[in-house]
Nanobody, 123 residues
Framework: VQLVESGGGLVQPGGSLRLSCKASGFTAANYAIAWYRQAPGKERAGVSCLSGFSDNIYYADPVKGRFTASRDHAKSTVYLQMNSLNPEDTGVYYC?????????????????WGKGTLVTVSS
């Protein structure tokens, strides 16, 4: 089982980035894929969760209206489109997989994790 994030980088405030999470070694379509971020000195926190079968999408309040999660089943890849970025969005972004989004608010609710990709929002 492997999850690999990509797409991070340095962006100016107000800018956009699209993160990708490539899944392999399991049937990703049957799993919920969530995004988390960890800012310097802070705990890892949930950003979004995209359920497996129904494709329901959940967002944390700080990113609602700015971030959009989507899935390409054919590529076993989940994306996180991030718009209107601000410095508070800076951190390492991780994707994780679990059977459902039921416990996505808790990092302990996820079964598999990627190694993360760094997003820095700064002028």
């Amino acid at each position: 089982v492997q999850l690999v994030e990509s797409g991070g980088g340095l962006v100016q405030p107000g800018g956009s980035l699209r993160l990708s999470c490539k899944a392999s070694g399991f049937t990703a379509a049957n799993y919920a894929i969530a995004w988390y971020r960890q800012a310097p000195g802070k705990e890892r926190a949930g950003v979004s969760c995209l359920s497996g079968f129904s494709d329901n999408i959940y967002y944390a309040d700080p990113v609602k209206g700015r971030f959009t999660a989507s899935r390409d089943h054919a590529k076993s890849t989940v994306y996180l489109q991030m718009n209107s970025l601000n410095p508070e969005d800076t951190g390492v972004y991780y994707c994780a997989a679990a059977g459902s989004c039921t416990n996505w608010a808790f990092t302990s609710g996820m079964d598999y994790w990627g190694k993360g990709t760094l997003v820095t929002v700064s002028s």
